[in-house]
């Protein structure tokens, strides 16, 4: 239990010192340290478990240079990787620092981690040369005199590059440091006593520099003074230390300082020439130009203010005495930045392709972003172009994440081409920019969508099987899989209503689609008698996961052939149809037979050929055409009503018996046919009276006997059929008359005694209908019923007008309103001749009947004796 909230504990610290350190981790470790030498436990000091860096890729981001650290991928720890020399690293800047940027995975997240490279004591003090030679004239060189010495370098900071200085033992000379906060140190010869040419002509001294490291570290110069005669006033500068400025952009000649120095002595020991004796640091001694007889110092080369923000002049000033004298002075040129280098922009990581459903804040790249410049030279502003859909985020001093700022699509934008811009703040201002490719992968967020929503497709019937109908074709934008499109019948069919068949159909029993191209097959050939029209949906689904459909309406509409000859229906009275026995053959079909009076006036009908067709439209309409006899025969046929009337007056010489063959043709293309044989027997007109009424409910709707032909050896019976049904009718006949007689005596009297009646007399809503000459597809503008005959099947080959009837007479007709309702007209009672004219009209129509039905009696007995 005490382990456990000793981690707990443990991990709160880190997590706080992590918070308070601004999410950056700092380790130290010394130069010259071995390989492998661990510089701190990265992956703890992160808050990560055991084995976690490992799994979730902790990593170091390269940047410009190779690191000389690198993470132990096992246990992630920062450890050296090789040699870390801190003046190699950092010069002589103070501190060295390693900003490293730590990649962590899964999920993505930068951290920033400081190594601060610590120096040891590994470079001993070094002087520019190993020997130093210095003139001193005898005698004029007073005790007290400073000879400049130039100091030794350390590359080491700190307390190792702080150096001290010992000469060996002298009583003409001891050293003289100067040291100071601005400017380098100043390490002086002082001449203690005078010098005597004579008593000794040269003094060798060892000029030791001695670091401040542990254990120190040492280095040596011979200095080598020749005592000289004559001379002895030294040149003098103007000042010690000069300052200039120059800017790093400065052109090549440019005038850097003018340095000058006075000697009081005359002739040639005051005349004074120019040297350098130092230049530090020592690439610099290639920069500058002397000239060695006015002191001006010309720029020779570019200056880089990052490489070299200082250099240090030495300058000397010798006259030509003998022996001669010089004086010595500083120059201190400080090189001023201007804004000669553009931002420089990496990527450090990159994570593509982008899925399209990736959501807003999604790191896409690491970016680092620098300036060599300073001050404001060196401050970088970033931007993202285009500003949509992606956007930057600054992470760390210099860092920048790229991250999604809006809901991506792929089949509007499959890629971006994203610059980062990057501009300093200098005068004008550099830029620089970094292009990256980011693809957007695709997710299955669009439906397969019909290019119609509903297909309307004609198909002529008795195709073949497996034709094609159509093709379908569904759009999807999406890519590979997710756009793959597969097609099906989804549902739909016939039922009964739909033809001459019963019972419901799937679609999927006429058609087929095609799964993968779309087209539409027919698995049977269609029959337009079975099946008009033919509805269903294809689906059209993609192979994305989850996979999204679409759907589509296709009205299949089947188009009529002439596949129907027409058929001969049976006479309208239910008798015996029209193929029943010929008389040629008792097997003969569309054999009929009517009888027809000598005499009948032309015109009148005689029988009625009835037909129909199975078809539509053209296919259905049809048309009668007499065949034989042909010419000028005695009989015509209506063209498209089927009767059979008189051409002209029926006559002896015709003789006893007409044989009509008549053809029935549709309008098809080809056109297909029937053919009715009519026999029509000319008898007189009696004998067309009781063969009419022998006919019975055989009898047209004309008033025509149509029946089918007997043979002759029938002939005896059907005489007697005819006399026996002609004597019925008779009677019949007579009991009607009888009838009408009395009620019409009944009526007289009512009329007569009873009192006035108002009586409703006025045209009705009559209706006319006509037969359709052109067909079942031919309908009135105004409205079109469906009329059955008697024994057939409902056709819609009639039409219905609304009759254009001129007004009655009268009053109202003339004063030019119709009235819409009935007009009552009473009668008057004072009125003779009306009731007058009625019982007389009564009388005759007993009296002409029974006249007339009197003498069939007499020739159908005449005729049967």
């Known amino acids: 239990m005490v382990v456990c909230v000793r981690a707990v504990v443990r991990v709160l610290v880190l997590q706080a010192a992590w918070a308070l350190g601004g999410g950056q981790v700092r380790y130290s470790v010394p130069e010259e340290a071995k390989g492998g030498t661990v510089v701190g436990r990265l992956a703890q000091d992160l808050g990560l478990e055991a084995g976690e860096a490992e799994a979730r890729r902790l990593r170091l981001v390269a940047q410009g240079r190779r690191a000389s650290v690198e993470v132990s991928g096992a246990s992630g720890a920062l450890v050296v990787s090789s040699r870390l020399d801190r003046e190699e690293l950092c010069g002589k800047s103070a501190p060295c620092a390693l900003r490293l940027e730590v990649l962590l995975e899964r999920p993505l997240r930068v951290f920033h981690v400081e190594v601060e490279v610590t120096d040891i004591n590994d470079n001993a003090p070094i002087f520019p040369a190993a020997t130093k030679n210095l003139s001193i004239p005898e005698l004029n060189t007073m005790p007290g005199s400073r000879f400049p010495l130039e100091g030794a370098s350390d590359a080491d900071i700190g307390a190792n590059a702080q150096l001290s200085y010992t000469l060996s033992p002298s009583e003409h000379f001891a050293l003289d440091l100067q040291r100071s906060d601005e400017y380098r140190e100043s390490l002086f010869l002082v001449l203690t006593k005078g010098l005597d040419r004579e008593s000794l002509a040269e003094h060798r001294l060892v000029l030791t520099a001695i670091d401040g490291g542990r254990p120190p570290l040492t280095g040596t110069v011979e200095l080598v003074v020749s005592v000289l005669d004559a001379n ?128 807003v804040g999604t790191v896409v790249a690491l970016l680092s972003v620098s300036d060599r410049d300073s001050g404001a030279n060196g401050r970088v502003r970033c931007a993202v172009w285009p500003p949509a859909p992606f956007g930057l985020v600054a992470t760390f001093a210099g860092s920048y994440s790229l991250v999604l700022r809006e809901a991506l699509d792929r089949e509007r934008v499959s890629e971006y081409e994203v610059e980062v811009r990057a501009e300093d703040g200098g005068a004008p201002p550099l830029r620089a920019s970094r292009g990256l490719r980011v693809p957007v992968s695709d997710v299955n967020d669009n439906a ?116 129907n000859a027409p058929a001969l229906l049976p006479p309208a009275g239910g008798g015996p149809g029209p193929w029943a026995a010929g008389e040629a053959s008792a097997s003969a079909p569309g054999s009929l037979w009517a009888w027809a009076a000598w005499g009948a006036p032309a015109g009148q009908v005689v029988a009625k050929i009835r037909a129909v067709d199975a078809d539509s439209g053209y296919n259905a309409w049809l048309r009668y055409e007499l065949w034989e006899p042909r010419g000028k025969g005695p009989f015509r046929v209506g063209l498209y009503s089927g009767e059979v009337s008189t051409a002209r007056a029926l006559e002896e010489a015709d003789g006893p018996r007409q044989r009509l063959l008549i053809v029935v043709r549709d309008h098809g293309e080809p056109s297909r046919s029937a053919t009715a044989t009519l026999s029509v027997s000319l008898v007189e007109g009696a004998e067309a009276a009781l063969s009419a009424a022998a006919a019975g409910a055989g009898a047209s709707s ?20 005819a006399a026996a049904a002609t004597n019925v009718w008779l009677v019949v006949a007579i009991c009607a008359v009888s009838s009408l007689f009395l009620l019409a005596v009944v009526l007289y009297g009512a009329s007569r005694w009873a009192p006035r009646a108002a009586v409703l007399a006025g045209p009705g809503p009559a209706t006319l209908v006509c037969a359709s000459e052109v067909g079942s597809w031919s309908y009135s503008q105004r409205q079109s019923r469906s009329l059955c005959v008697a024994d057939g099947a409902g056709k819609s080959d009639l039409m219905v007008f609304s009759p254009n009837c001129p007004p009655p007479p009268g009053p109202a007709a003339e004063n030019g309103s119709a009235e819409k309702g009935p007009s009552l007209s009473p009668y008057s009672s004072g009125t003779v001749g009306c009731p007058f004219f009625f019982f007389l009209f009564v009388v005759l129509l007993f009296i002409f009947p029974m006249v007339f039905h009197g003498r069939m009696v007499i020739e159908t007995m005449w005729m049967w004796k």
């Not at 004309?702 to 059929?721: F, K």
């Open 232 to 359: 002895d006033n030294a040149p003098q500068f103007n000042q010690s230390v000069y300052k200039v400025q120059v800017l790093e952009s400065a052109a090549e000649g440019t005038l850097v300082s003018r340095v000058g120095a006075t000697d009081p002595d005359e002739g040639s020991n005051s005349e004074i020439t120019f040297s350098r004796s130092n230049t530090f640091p020592s690439g610099g001694l290639n920069l500058f130009e002397l000239n060695v007889q006015s002191g001006e110092i010309r720029l020779r080369g570019p200056l880089d203010f990052e490489e070299v923000r200082f250099y240090e002049l030495q300058i000397e000033a010798q006259d030509k005495g003998t022996p001669p004298l010089s004086g010595h002075c500083k120059v201190v040129v400080e090189v001023l930045d201007v804004n000669d280098n553009a931002p420089e922009v990496w990527v450090t990581s990159l994570s593509v392709p982008v899925p399209e459903d990736a959501s």
């Open 448 to 563: 397969p969508a019909f290019a119609q929503a509903v297909y309307t497709v004609l198909a002529r019937e008795n195709n073949a099987a497996g034709a094609e109908l159509a093709r379908l074709w569904a759009r999807d934008p999406d890519e590979a899989g997710n756009g793959r499109v597969s097609y099906s019948v989804a549902e739909g069919g016939a039922g009964a209503g739909s033809g001459s068949g019963s019972g419901w159909r799937p679609a999927s029993s006429y058609v087929s689609v095609d799964a993968e191209s779309g087209r539409l097959w027919a698995l049977r050939p269609l029959d337009y008698e079975e099946l008009q029209v033919l509805q269903f949906e294809v689906r059209a689904v993609d192979a994305g996961e989850p996979p999204l459909c679409g759907n589509a309406t296709v009205q299949l509409f089947v188009v009529d052939e002439n596949d």
């Open 702 to 721: 004309s008033g025509a006997g149509l029946r089918p032909a007997a043979g002759a050896e029938g002939g005896a019976a059907a005489a007697a059929a």
